[in-house]
């Protein structure tokens, strides 16, 4: 079988412990843990149950998209102000971030973090050729957590649904609505784990952290 990408072994640990260690370390009241149709029963008993995760008000459902998801969670999150959307697969999200994030949203109401391009970004065709060259100076790599009023996204996101628009980040779903989301910086080390490579460098991010402590 495979094993999904968020379960998989950093450290000693599920990939997606790490995750939740940083959100139960932060100033987020509680926790949703959005889970795939059958992984749900293994996180409550092996990840949050075995960790001790006290944030976690419960572990929901996913969907078949992302938005899916995310609105599965949202909907779960009743009551609150503002929500922060977090990808399991950043397992080096810090503390810092998260509470940078927050303030932003209370803020800006809509706000996400992400970094400048270091490369140069070409538009090219179907086919490779090239079409131009985008300002880098205007161009940032979007990162979670994206952190929004909860009645915005929720509004968003029903949007998104009943006009069946595929939107790739929730970001993306607000900008429809016609709301200005704002970046703020994140952190090179808030990387997504994609590649073999990037799980060789979050294991060695996470230790020199461990190491520090």
């Known amino acids: 079988?495979?094993?999904?990408?968020?379960?998989?072994?950093?450290?000693?640990?599920?990939?997606i412990a790490h995750t939740l260690a940083a959100f139960e370390r932060s100033c987020v009241d509680e926790i949703i843990l959005v889970a795939g149709a059958g992984e749900e029963e293994y996180c409550?008993?092996?990840?949050?149950?075995?960790?001790?995760?006290?944030?976690?008000?419960t572990v929901v459902t996913g969907g078949k998209?992302?938005?899916?998801?995310?609105?599965?969670?949202?909907k779960a999150a009743s009551g609150c102000d503002y929500v922060l959307i977090h990808d399991g697969a950043r397992p080096c999200v810090t503390e810092e971030i998260i509470r940078y994030a927050a303030v932003g949203a209370e803020q800006y109401g809509a706000c996400v973090v992400g970094m400048p391009v270091k490369d140069t970004i070409k538009t090219v065709t179907e086919e490779g050729a090239v079409t131009g060259t985008p300002d880098r100076s205007t161009l940032r790599a979007v990162q979670t957590p994206q952190v929004?009023?909860?009645?915005?996204l929720k509004a968003a996101l029903q949007s998104a649904l009943e006009n069946e628009v595929?939107?790739?980040?929730?970001?993306?779903?607000?900008?429809r609505l016609g709301k200005v989301v704002y970046l703020i910086d994140g952190d090179e080390e808030n990387l997504k784990i994609t590649t073999p490579m990037d799980l060789v460098v979050a294991e060695a991010i996470l230790a020199e952290r461990e190491e520090r402590t």
């Open 44 to 57: 409550r008993k092996e990840i949050v149950e075995a960790e001790g995760f006290r944030k976690v008000k």
């Open 65 to 74: 998209e992302r938005y899916d998801s995310v609105f599965a969670g949202l």
């Open 166 to 175: 595929s939107v790739t980040d929730d970001c993306s779903a607000v900008e």
């Open 148 to 152: 929004f009023e909860a009645d915005l």
């Open 1 to 15: 079988s495979v094993i999904q990408k968020q379960y998989m072994c950093l450290n000693g640990k599920p990939m």
